[in-house]
């Protein structure tokens, strides 16, 4: 059997008309029987641009005996990012990520970058 359960925030904060500071954190767990036998899209994986900015999509997480990355049981990341727009639509980013993806021991890993932002008419647009 298996049960996860995860938990994502989000907070925005304004300081004045063109700067934001954006916080954001996602949690996960699950209780499984054999991990071994759970398949890599129901495991929890951290990396790329929608979770640790500067690492490759799902490379972080507990690996096996050779090395590859097989997920893990548990999930922690936060983000801390400050926006500033130098005109209504254009704007730049700096962030720090920092998380992992783990069964036994949390090991923090930490990406900082900066990024571009444009608010098309048609949504955000990010290049981090």
Do not use: C
Request: avoid cysteine.
């Amino acid at each position: 059997g298996l049960v996860q359960a995860w938990a994502t925030g989000r907070r925005l904060v304004r300081s004045g008309e063109r700067d934001r500071f954006v916080l954001a954190a996602r949690l996960g767990a699950m209780a499984v029987g054999d991990f071994g036998d759970l398949p890599p899209e129901l495991r929890f994986f951290a990396g790329g641009d929608r979770s640790l900015r500067g690492f490759e999509h799902q490379a972080i997480g507990e690996t096996d005996g050779r090395g590859e990355v097989i997920g893990g049981k548990f999930l922690a990341i936060g983000s801390a990012e400050y926006e500033h727009y130098f005109r209504e639509a254009w704007g730049a980013a700096a962030f720090v990520d920092a998380g992992d993806a783990f069964s036994r021991r949390f090991d923090v890993n930490v990406a900082a970058g900066v990024g571009a932002r444009w608010r098309s008419p048609i949504g955000m647009v990010r290049l981090d």
